[in-house]
Every structure is written in structure tokens, then in C-alpha cells.
């Protein structure tokens, strides 16, 4: 493998697996807002329960997530050197703010968060739930911001070499910014959703802390059943407004080369050297329907409407797309019979749906890492689209020691993530039931030593 293979592979890898975390995290920041409320409101120590057994998965989580995003920062120092010099002045600002903005909100109130309950008052650790949740949020706008500009920089002239900002709200609301962030956070919210319905899944299948099990999944679908729909219309808006903005992107999408072609690829095994696919199957007329003709004679773009050497590579680019796509249907089919259920009253009941929930656990990150596989390859072969080259932009590091540090942080990644799942199962398999203060009565009814912090041991009492 070339230097610049090795390179994007050592950046792919590691924002992938920073990426997982984030799906996770941001949305359960945002859960345990809502269930430390609900708490607090209706006085029911189920939430409180819910709370506490989520807020173990939340916490680490968040820190492998806070270690992998140091990880890229300097990767763009050392890998993309040539980058990082002439997009300094823009990108270093923007993700400077994040660190300013959201990280010292994050690292400010995380210690409440986690250590509080029980020690502070209820007030204060609501406000510091809400002040991670909102630092969560704001970590990924201004991430969005500076790979949105890349995607369609705007708000800059060059001077002397480097990417000099003349306008910083051209520069932070470039074009693609304000679809593509509404589109993160929702995929985030929707991923923790189901997340946390399939590990409330699994409670129902085993038929253990059944009041936790069934209001964490009611919320969570609940959450997912609301935000789907938008979430298909934002992703429809998203590819309206910016595909024109980089046609190769959605000319490698379609899975064309250079036949027209009215129907829709549904599976294809691109052959880029050959520029034709090996093996493909489409559905006659849907893609002339896609854009707005149900006449059969609007036909996809093809790829070659861009110049060779400005393609990117049609792989990633076409699976990107439909495993997002695939995974937004088979996730929309999941809450829409869950709805039907519900209405049926049989969503406590449905033992087959309760195993497949626990099976869809993934598949929200699953869909939400292809997207970004989408985003990123179809940008190719641009850092800052139209304007600087990958090739141009990368280090000239040795390639053997390149080589070994793919390698090495590959396997340390992998190393993390197993412990991760770990955690999570041996988590599942404690279970919630040590968090619930019922127990702790009946266990301080029979004598036993339980100690439960601070305000709650005072309201059991």
C-alpha cells in the first residue's frame, strides 16, 4: 500500500471507531436528562433506577469516546501535515471552540453527573444532566462545522498558500452545515434509541426487571417512532441541496458508469479500473421515480460526467449509501409494527418481536457509519472539496513506520471496542436490579447492610 493509502486508512480507522461513541453517547445524554426529570417530577424510583444503569453504560462510553477524538486531533498534526498548515487557520479555530465551548462544559459538570446523585441537590444534578447533554450537542456542531466547510468551504480567500477565513459565519454556516447538522443529530439520537431498546429488549426476553424493561423500551421507541419520519425527510433535503453541490458524490451513489440508466441499483460490485460493475441488480424506473419522474425517462447521472481523475471510488461511496438506506427502512419497519403493537396492546407481550428487538441493537450505528463512510469517500479525491487534493495534503512519513502504526492502533482499537461490548453484557447480565431503591428496602427489611447515598437513603428511610 502507497503512503496516502496508508494514511486515509489510519484516519478511517480511527474516526470509525471514535464515531461509535458518539452514536451512543450523545443520545443517552440526552436520555438521562429525561429520566432524572421524570424522577424528579413523578417521584418514581423506577426512573431513578433507569438512571443510574444507564448512566454506568453513558460514562464509559464517553470516556473511550474523549480518548479517540484526542487520537484524530493529532493525527491531522502528523499524518496530514501538509493539511493541518493550510487549513490552519480555519479548522483550528473552529475545533478550538469546541474544546473551549463544549469540552470545558462537558469536564465542568461530568463529575456531578456521575458522583452527585445523592450528594448535591436535586436541582443541581438536573442542571449538570442538562449541561453535559448541551456540551455533548454543541461537540458536535462545531465537528460538523469544520467537516462541513471541508465539504463546501465557503467564508475564506487564499493567501499564501493557506485558507485564510474573510467571513466566520460564511465560513461555520457554510452551505452543507445546516442540513447536515440536523441530519447528525437526529442519526445520534435515533442510534442511542435503539440501543437502548434492544438492551431493554433483552430484560423482556428474559423476563426480568420488567417495570425497567418496559418503560425503557416504550421510551426509546417512542423516541425512534417520532424522529424517524424526520429524520427520512431531513436525509431527502440533505441529498437535494447537496448533491448538486458535488455531483461525483452522487454520480458514484447511483452506481453508474456510464449507461443511462432509469431504474434504481439495488446491489452492484463496482469495478473501478474497469469502470463498469460486475455484478449488479436494479429495479426498473424507481430512479427516474426518485427524481420526481414517474415517466421512466429522467436516467441517473453517470460517473463519468466527472472527469477520471476526479472520481472517487464508486465502492464505499454506493455501500455507504445503502447500508444508511437500508438500515433507515429496516429501522422504520421496526417502530412502525412496534406502533401497531402497541395500539394492539400486545407490545408486553410479543416474545418473536422482543427477540427481534434485541437483534436491531446495532443498527442504528450500523447506519450512521455508513453515512459518514458516504460522506467522507465521496468527497474524493478532495480534503477541502475542489480545492485540495488528498495527495497534496498527506505527510511524507516513512512507510514502514506508517504501516506498524496502523497496525498497532488498529489492534489497540479493536482491544477497546471487545472491552466495551465486555462491559456492556457483563452490565446486561448484572443488571438493573442493584440500582433499584425497592431493594434496598427489602434488603434493609431483613437486616442487610445496603448503603444508598445521601437524599434518596433519607426518603427510603
Not at 75 to 102: F, H, N, R, S
Not at 158 to 163: A, E, I, L
Not at 175 to 203: D, E, K, T
Not at 224 to 236: E, F, H, K, N, R
Request: with cysteine; net charge positive; aromatic share 14%.
Amino acid at each position: 500500500m502507497s503512503l496516502i493509502d496508508l494514511s486515509r486508512w489510519q484516519f478511517a480507522i480511527t474516526v470509525i471507531f471514535h464515531m461509535t461513541f458518539p452514536a451512543i453517547t450523545v443520545g443517552l445524554s440526552v436520555l438521562l436528562c429525561v429520566l432524572y426529570a421524570l424522577h424528579w417530577r413523578s417521584g418514581r424510583l423506577v426512573y431513578l433506577q433507569m438512571f443510574r444503569f444507564w448512566r454506568r453504560i453513558f460514562a464509559v462510553g464517553f470516556a473511550i469516546g474523549v480518548v479517540a477524538g484526542i487520537v484524530i486531533t493529532f493525527q491531522l498534526g502528523l499524518d496530514w501535515g501538509v493539511y493541518a498548515a493550510k487549513t490552519g487557520p480555519i479548522i483550528g479555530p473552529i475545533v478550538g471552540m469546541e474544546v473551549v465551548t463544549a469540552f470545558f462544559v462537558e469536564a465542568g459538570f461530568i463529575g456531578i453527573l456521575l458522583y452527585g446523585d445523592g450528594r448535591v441537590r436535586r436541582g443541581t444534578m438536573f442542571a449538570a444532566t442538562v449541561m453535559v447533554a448541551l456540551g455533548t450537542l454543541l461537540s458536535s456542531s462545531w465537528i460538523i462545522a469544520a467537516n462541513s466547510w471541508m465539504q463546501t468551504p465557503a467564508g475564506f480567500t487564499v493567501r499564501n498558500g493557506q485558507f485564510v477565513p474573510t467571513n466566520w459565519m460564511d465560513a461555520i454556516f457554510n452551505p452543507s452545515f445546516g442540513w447536515r447538522w440536523p441530519h447528525m443529530v437526529l442519526a445520534v439520537l435515533i442510534s442511542a434509541s435503539f440501543f437502548v431498546a434492544g438492551i431493554g429488549a433483552y430484560y423482556l426476553v428474559k423476563g426480568r426487571a420488567l417495570p425497567f424493561a418496559r418503560r425503557t423500551v416504550s421510551i426509546a421507541l417512542g423516541v425512534a417512532a417520532v424522529l424517524l419520519p424526520v429524520q427520512i425527510s431531513v436525509g431527502d433535503q440533505v441529498a437535494e441541496h447537496l448533491f448538486p453541490l458535488q455531483p461525483s458524490k452522487a454520480e458514484a451513489a447511483e452506481g453508474n458508469w456510464s449507461r443511462p440508466n432509469t431504474g434504481w441499483v439495488l446491489f452492484a460490485i463496482p469495478d473501478q479500473e474497469a469502470r463498469h460493475n460486475i455484478a449488479e441488480v436494479s429495479i426498473p424506473c424507481l430512479g427516474s421515480a426518485f427524481y420526481g419522474d414517474l415517466s421512466c425517462k429522467t436516467a441517473n447521472p453517470p460517473l463519468e460526467l466527472t472527469p477520471t481523475a476526479d472520481q472517487p471510488a464508486m465502492t464505499p461511496v454506493f455501500w455507504g449509501f445503502r447500508i444508511m438506506f437500508f438500515a433507515a427502512l429496516w429501522m422504520f419497519g421496526c417502530v412502525f409494527y412496534a406502533t401497531i403493537l402497541r395500539l394492539r396492546r400486545r407490545l408486553w407481550t410479543s416474545r418473536r418481536f422482543h427477540r427481534f428487538l434485541l437483534w436491531t441493537t446495532p443498527v442504528g450505528i450500523i447506519a450512521l457509519l455508513g453515512g459518514w463512510v458516504l460522506a467522507e469517500t465521496g468527497r474524493q479525491p478532495w480534503l477541502v472539496f475542489g480545492l485540495l487534493r488528498t495527495s497534496a495534503a498527506v505527510s511524507q512519513l516513512a512507510p514502514g513506520e506508517l504501516l506498524f502504526s496502523v497496525l498497532a492502533f488498529s489492534l489497540l482499537y479493536l482491544v477497546m471496542l471487545a472491552g466495551y461490548v465486555v462491559y456492556i453484557v457483563r452490565a446486561m447480565r448484572i443488571g438493573p436490579e442493584g440500582d433499584d431503591p425497592d431493594e434496598v428496602v427489602r434488603a434493609r427489611s431483613i437486616g442487610a447492610r445496603v448503603p444508598v447515598p445521601g437524599t434518596d437513603q433519607q426518603r427510603l428511610s
